[in-house]
C-alpha cells in the first residue's frame, strides 16, 4: 500500500509537469547574441561588448527572419521590444528607450535616458513597462503607455525577482531561487500594477517570457519549457511542457515564434 502510494505520487507530480518533449525546428541566423528580444517592433539584441542590433525587415513581421543585423549607435547590457519602441538597460544599470521607431524608420532616432537603475528591463505591446535592480527589487512605472513611454515615476512593488517578463500573458518573473510567479491583475496586457505574486507550481525555473498569449521558460540547464492552459480565465495555466531541450540562456516570444541565445552566443529563431 506503501509503495503504490508513493507511485501515485510521482505519477501526480509528473501529470503536473508535463515533461513530455514536443521537439521544435530550429534555424540558426548569424551572429552573435547575449541578449534578444522580439515584438511589435521587430527583432533587437545585443552583443556581449554591449553592442545593439535590429534585426533587418522584422519591424512588424517579427515572425520572419529577416536579412541583416544592423548595429544601433549606444551601448546596452539587455534590450526589451515593445511597441514603436524598445528599451534597455547599460553596464551600469541606467534606463533607456528608443524613440523614433516606426515603419519606415525601424530602428529609431535617439535614445532616451530614464532616471532610476536596473539591470533587467521589460516593456509589454501596450507599454507597460516593469523592471528589477541589482537587489532584486521589483519597480513599475506608473503611467508609462504608449503614448507617455516614461511614465509618472517608479513605483517599488512587494517581492523580490531576479528577472521579469510583461507581455499579453500578463507579468511574469523569477527570482533568485529559480521559483516563478505571476502578477495578478496583468493578464491581457491591462497596464495595472496588480495585486500580488502567485508561485506558479514549484517547477525551478531560470528565465521567463511573457509572449502574446503564451508562456516560455527556461530551466538552470537552458531546457526550454511552455505553460499550457494560459488563458484570460486561467492566467497561471494548469502545466509545464517541454518543448525542447536544447540549452539556450535567454529567451523571448511573440505570437508563434521564438528568439533564444546559447551559452556561446549564438542565435537561434524557432516557430512553435
Known sequence: MVRQSALCSVLVLAATFLTLTHAVTFEEPE?????VSVGPSGVWGANANNTVYYRE??????TRQGSDWIKIPGDLKQVDVGTNIVWGVNSADDIYYR?????KNPSGVAWVQVEGALKHVSVSPWGSVWGVNSNGDINYLEGASLCDPAGI???????????ISAGYAGVWGVNARNDVFYRTGTCCDTGAMGDDWI?????????V?????????LDKWGKI??????????????AWRIVDPKKL??????GVIFWGVDDTDKIFLATM
Not at 515615476?153 to 528577472?163: A, E, I, P
Not at 519549457?225 to 494548469?238: H, K, L, W, Y
Open 225 to 238: 519549457f511552455r505553460r499550457e492552459g494560459v488563458s484570460s480565465s486561467n492566467p497561471i495555466g494548469t
Open 99 to 103: 524613440i523614433g521607431c516606426t515603419q
Open 199 to 207: 508561485k506558479v507550481d514549484n517547477k525551478k525555473l531560470k528565465y
Open 209 to 217: 517570457s511573457s509572449g502574446d498569449g503564451q508562456v516560455l521558460a
Open 31 to 35: 551572429g552573435r547574441l547575449v541578449s
Open 57 to 62: 525587415q522584422s519591424f512588424r513581421y517579427p
Open 249 to 254: 540562456m535567454a529567451i523571448d516570444s511573440y
Open 153 to 163: 515615476d517608479w513605483l517599488k512593488v512587494s517581492g523580490s525577482l531576479s528577472q
